[in-house]
């Protein structure tokens, strides 16, 4: 499960920003995680929580964004989301595309800190 490995980095990043900006505490950690990632976001939630059990965040939440995929159709001229990441073709017009605009995500985009 690489999901563990992902939930540790996420939970180094998170105390190295703690660390640069003293700030203490936090509430919650927002992600964006893409379809494309290879990340099953319930896996990672369960992950988190065992990674973060014996540290300064056990007790954040975490906040997930899924991000589905969408691809630049050169037919349309625009960007259209897909229903499956078995078929990158345009649901407008059937065109084929490699063009990946969004999807492939995984960061962090946030912390909230407490007040």
Do not use: K
């Amino acid at each position: 499960m690489h999901e563990l490995s992902i939930a540790m980095s996420i939970l180094d990043s998170v105390q190295e920003e703690v660390d640069r900006r003293s700030c203490g505490s936090v509430e919650a950690i927002h992600l964006r995680i893409g379809t494309l990632s290879g990340v099953v976001p319930d896996a990672l939630r369960s992950a988190y929580e065992l990674a973060a059990e014996q540290t300064p965040f056990a007790s954040a939440r975490l906040m997930i964004e899924e991000v589905p995929i969408v691809i630049y159709c050169a037919a349309c001229a625009r960007n259209q989301p897909i229903a499956s990441s078995n078929w990158f073709c345009c649901p407008e017009c059937n065109t084929p595309s490699n063009q990946i605009v969004s999807g492939r995500e995984l960061e962090i985009t946030a912390l909230e800190l407490p007040t």
